[in-house]
């Protein structure tokens, strides 16, 4: 997997700060130490707080911080995840960048909480999809980890997920994966390969053919589902996928299915409100 998260906080500190935080540089003291606290304002799951560390690193390596609550815990209003002490200026410089962190991340993992904990007695995991921010992938599928969910493929380079558009330009199911297993040994890859079928026909192409790892159910009704489910018999993973909500998602993971995707995990999100506030 790609690490980009240094680049990632590096970028956001230039896109905010510029030249210079002329605000905070013309009416405070260089010398000026203070400390500030991370106030929660809302419950939920929080995340970002390794991350929050990385963009204190960058801004000032003097920065100390204090943590009392780690990702991944359930918080409640009015509770302190950590406190920052250190030169003032550094710490306004820095605030909005960790926050916006923080608060997405915190966002996407209570969302996540939310699906996961629905389906906890079951099997069936929750998978995010690449529908993300572009260039905060990788935050924000961390975030759906800390949240109990699991991760799809990072991108297009780690799974080879053939979708119903490389079907209909491959001319079919069959040659899709023929392809696409003549590709993988031609470049001696070692990548573990999904299709996505639309009806039990594509689904009967898909078995008859194999070379496969997991087949992605898409669109498939409650009912649906489950036949395919006992048709597939435990002969590759199955994912359910496209327009389970969360009212729904039960009955699906009722099927069997060991993964259901949900884009709602990351493309529609209400960031988690939180403030750093002055001790």
Do not use: W
Request: proline share 1%; with cysteine.
């Amino acid at each position: 997997m790609l690490d980009y998260t240094d680049e990632l906080i590096k970028l956001a500190i230039a896109e905010d700060i510029g030249d210079g935080d002329h605000t905070s540089l013309s009416c405070i003291s260089p010398n000026e130490k203070g400390k500030v606290k991370l106030l929660i304002k809302e419950d939920g799951i929080l995340a970002g707080v390794n991350i929050a560390k990385k963009v204190l690193t960058n801004i000032d390596p003097k920065l100390k911080i204090e943590t009392f609550i780690n990702d991944g815990t359930l918080v409640k209003i009015g509770d302190i995840a950590f406190t920052i002490t250190g030169s003032v200026i550094s710490i306004l410089q820095a605030e909005r960048i960790l926050l916006n962190f923080m608060q997405r991340m915190s966002g996407i993992a209570t969302q996540t909480a939310v699906y996961a904990n629905v389906i906890k007695d079951l099997k069936t995991k929750v998978l995010d999809t690449r529908k993300t921010t572009p260039g905060l992938r990788l935050i924000e599928k961390e975030a759906v980890k800390i949240g109990g969910g699991e991760n799809h493929r990072m991108g297009l380079y780690d799974m080879v997920m053939i979708k119903d558009n490389h079907v209909d330009f491959a001319g079919g199911i069959s040659q899709a994966i023929e392809k696409v297993n003549s590709y993988l040994k031609e470049k001696n890859k070692d990548i573990r390969i999904e299709i996505e079928v639309r009806n039990f026909e594509e689904l009967q192409q898909a078995m008859n053919t194999g070379n496969i790892h997991r087949i992605m159910l898409d669109n498939f009704s409650v009912e649906d589902t489950k036949k395919a489910v006992d048709i597939i018999n435990g002969e590759y993973e199955t994912e359910s996928s496209g327009g389970i909500t969360l009212d729904t998602l039960r009955d699906y993971a009722l099927c069997g299915v060991d993964y259901i995707s949900v884009g709602a995990l990351t493309h529609q999100i209400k960031s988690m409100d939180m403030s750093l506030k002055a001790v």
